[in-house]
């Protein structure tokens, strides 16, 4: 990194929020019950953990600002000779990206998170509308504030996350399907190009989260235009790793496993989320348990089964063993299962009306119907997390016992971090690399390799 | 003209540069702080005002931040930033005033 | 062997910088991000109400002008340090930079006066939103002027003995912190118009 120091400093500030986000558990009164988006006024009325969630919260984003500016600084300025822009792994361009979504959305939060702690802790009103009654009584507050200001800052942020969960996902996959289909990527300036605008459309997204709040017409008709424009790069992104896969002679390793599916889950995800872009039929589906389907079809099978696809592909580059395949094959099939067990009958309690926020929704008549539902999602729950110990349980003992790899290169990656031997020894290369051609040289007809760093054509 | 390598001389002519930014500062100082006193209608003292302190804010990035005279890499992330800054600013007029204040009874 | 990491001190001839001007470019991106927030939080709580005070009614004004003046002088005086650098005047470039840090300490001591003064009547930022968010954003404000004093007495003081060895890094360092301090400078130049002229 760039900056090794800063590096060593980001990851101590996250600690040290993460440690505190955890002791918010352990207040007395409870833990921050506000849900994920902490929304005013319950968020300002409510128990003390907020405030300890909310310091969390300071200390987490200045880790990730910190983290994000050593992430461009280092791939824009420490590039290998003979490395370009139009050489970098997609991988990198997916990392660069989310580090400048970081980077630039995360500041209106902490902003947020700053007025909010002063509403909860100096006692004034940014959030606070006037003749705000809590439990019969007016609240002793000056007022004068607005709800939805949090509410726009939090989701100027918050949208753009989403892409910051799903776009090195998206890094991972192309790594894994180039290596494991020992093909080109289809597209790949195309590809390029689409994840810098969705990254850039990321920003004003925002608030087709909002659509309820009564933002009025013209607004909530730019919002669905742009949400409707958000899809075309995302689309082009699943196109160009399917494209890929046409005609290869794939070999289904474990990440691989992971890779494919990913595709299909992200698929899923995305497509269910043009009823919640569309201002119409997000009436009808806002706050139920089908937002909370589409949200995770995006982030639990894609980006999880993306980042366990990653582990299992780069386990042999940092221990020099492979974690075990038929461990690795129960892990991905049941886990493939369950997940699709609990997230898919979200959909039809959601498109029954079931509110989110509920924990027991048969107090309703629409909740009592659906149900049943919840009981095959609570066990396919279990099941699910069942499922991940033979994955803990590999990644544990494979390093020691994990069969070795038979050279540097086991997966016949093209990218740069195959250059060093597995596992790297400090300093990662004796010498410097270099590099001659495009990521992803694979000969289409013969399969041959040509990796980035190998300087001879055969 | 990078920053890196300068002569004596051009350094010395940037310094002489420097004092007269910081009395064009001073003096646009002056008038924003005069204007104020003359409690002009509110959307010209907004207008006026933001104008004087673009043209500080303008001053101090271009002269004592270099910004006259930088790198392509700088132009682009301060653009990119630029943009955002303009969506965030727009954030005021996107709450709908009439039916907020309807919704409490102060 | 220590690992070497290429342009800390000569820019990358590709674009043109170093790494640390590009990381305080970005971070300061950042920090334009975290006041266009705030700024923006302002302006929505203004339009939200009838009654928000004019700054000049309720604020102090002429101690808000001298600390004006206080900040674009500190502003000089740090590019100054930097220009002494690049003539290879360490002595001047100590004189400066303790110009710089003596303004800072005279912006915080002036603002202690104004927060004092608003205490004393009891004025929190719980009396009234235009309250809360002058405090709120005068009071982060100065809190990026006591980061900047650290960095720059580090670097006035025991940061100095790098000048040695490694002069162009140094430089480099001044022209960092200069530029955190100008984008400081900046934020009040935004700032003094909108909480205390209008």
Redesign the interface.
């Known amino acids: 990194m ?3 120091k ?1 590096n060593m400093m980001s990851y101590w500030v996250y600690f040290v929020g993460g440690v505190i986000m955890m002791a918010s558990f352990l207040m007395p009164g409870g833990a921050a019950a506000s849900g994920w988006t902490s929304y005013p006024p319950l968020s300002v009325i409510s128990n003390n953990a907020q405030t300890v969630w909310l310091i969390s919260m300071v200390f987490l984003i200045t880790s990730s ?1 910190l983290g ?3 992430t ?2 280092t791939a ?4 290998a000779k003979g490395q370009n822009f139009m050489r970098w792994p997609i991988h990198v361009w997916a990392q660069v990206t989310t580090a ?1 979504l970081l ?6 939060l ?3 998170a ?2 909010q702690l ?1 509403d909860r802790v ?5 959030f606070l ?4 009654v809590v439990s019969g009584e007016k609240w002793a ?6 709800p ?2 949090w509410q ?2 939090f989701w ?1 942020l918050a949208h753009p996350e989403v892409y910051v969960l799903i776009l090195p996902a998206v890094g991972v996959v192309c790594e894994i399907v180039t290596a494991n289909a020992r093909k080109p990527l289809y597209g790949y300036k195309t590809m390029v190009y689409s994840i810098l605008f969705l990254g ?1 459309m990321s ?2 997204v925002w ?1 087709h989260h909002m659509f309820m ?4 017409v013209t ?1 909530s008709s730019f919002f669905q235009a742009t949400t409707m424009i958000i899809s075309i790069p995302s689309v082009i992104i699943l196109t160009t790793i399917l494209l890929t896969l046409w005609g290869a002679s794939i070999r289904f390793s474990v990440p691989m496993l992971f890779a494919t599916a990913f595709l299909p889950m992200f698929a899923i995800g995305g497509l269910t989320g043009l009823p919640l872009g569309l201002t119409a039929s997000d009436i009808h589906l806002h706050d139920t348990y089908y937002v909370i389907g589409h949200f995770h079809y995006v982030v639990a099978p894609g980006t999880l089964f993306a980042l366990m696809g990653g582990v299992y592909y780069w386990y042999p580059k940092f221990s020099g063993r492979k974690m075990n395949e038929t461990l690795g094959k129960i892990h991905f099939w049941t886990s493939f299962v369950a997940i699709n067990f609990v997230f898919m009958p979200m959909f039809f309690m959601g498109s029954k009306g079931v509110s989110r926020r509920m924990y027991d929704q048969t107090v309703y008549t629409h909740g009592a119907a659906t149900q049943s539902w919840n009981v095959v999602m609570s066990t396919a729950a279990f099941v699910l997390l069942f499922a991940q110990i033979p994955f803990i349980y590999n990644m544990f003992t494979a390093w020691k016992t994990g069969k070795k790899v038979e050279n540097d290169n086991p997966w016949d990656a093209t990218t740069l971090e195959w250059a060093a031997s597995s596992p790297p020894p400090h ?1 990662n290369f004796p010498t410097p690399v270099e590099v001659y051609r495009d990521p992803y040289s694979y000969s289409p007809t013969t399969g041959k390799v040509l990796p980035q760093f190998a300087p001879q054509e055969g | 003209m990078a920053s890196e390598h300068m002569t004596l001389e051009e350094v010395k002519k940037h310094t002489r540069t420097y004092w007269v930014i910081f009395g064009a500062l001073l003096v646009l100082t002056a008038i924003t702080v005069a204007i104020s006193y003359v409690h002009l209608p509110f959307f010209w003292a907004v207008v006026l005002a933001l104008v004087v302190a673009s043209t500080k804010a303008s001053l101090v990035a271009l002269y004592f931040m270099h910004l006259i005279s930088e790198k392509t ?1 700088i132009y682009l992330t301060l653009g ?2 630029a943009v ?1 800054f303009v ?2 600013i727009v ?1 005021p007029w ?3 005033w009439a ?2 204040r309807g ?4 | ?1 220590a ?1 070497h ?3 800390i001190d000569k820019p ?1 001839p ?2 043109g ?1 170093t ?1 640390a001007k ?2 305080i470019w ?2 300061l ?3 334009v ?6 700024f ?2 302002l302006i ?2 203004r339009l ?2 009838n009654d928000w005070p004019h700054g000049y009614e309720v604020l102090n004004v002429p101690l808000a002008t001298l600390n004006t003046v206080v900040l674009i002088f500190s502003s000089v005086t740090v590019v100054m340090a930097w220009a002494a650098l690049k003539m290879n005047n360490l002595k001047q470039f100590k004189t400066y930079m303790s110009l710089t840090l003596l303004m800072s300490v005279i912006f915080l001591i002036v603002k202690a006066i104004e927060y004092g003064s608003k205490f004393s009547h009891g004025i ?6 235009f309250y ?2 002058y ?2 954003i005068t009071g ?1 404000h100065g809190l990026h002027i006591i980061g900047g004093i650290i960095v720059n007495a580090y670097l006035l003081g025991p940061g100095s003995k790098m000048w040695s060895v490694e002069p162009e890094r140094f430089t480099g360092r001044i022209e960092c912190a200069g530029l955190y301090w100008h984008f400081v400078d900046l934020v009040w130049i935004f700032l003094f118009p909108i909480l205390y002229l209008l």
Do not use: C, D, R
Not at chain 1, 213 to 216: A, D, E, I, L, N
Not at chain 3, 33 to 38: C, P, Q, R, V, W
């Open positions: 760039a900056f090794p800063l600002l994000s500016v050593n461009i600084v824009i300025q420490l590039k400048f980077l630039l959305a995360f500041p209106p902490e902003a947020a700053v007025l002063a100096f006692g004034s009103s940014f509308p006037s003749g705000l507050a000056a007022g004068g504030g607005n939805l200001l726009h800052l100027f850039f920003f004003i608030a709040t009564g933002m009025g607004l300093e | 890499a990119l930033t955002l969506f965030l954030i996107m709450i709908p039916e907020v919704w409490f009874v102060s | 062997m690992v990491i290429p342009y990358n590709v674009t910088v790494n590009l990381g970005l971070f991106a950042s920090e991000m975290l006041f266009g927030a705030l923006s939080a929505t709580l939200g109400v929190s930022p719980a009396t009234s939103n809360a968010i405090f709120v982060l």
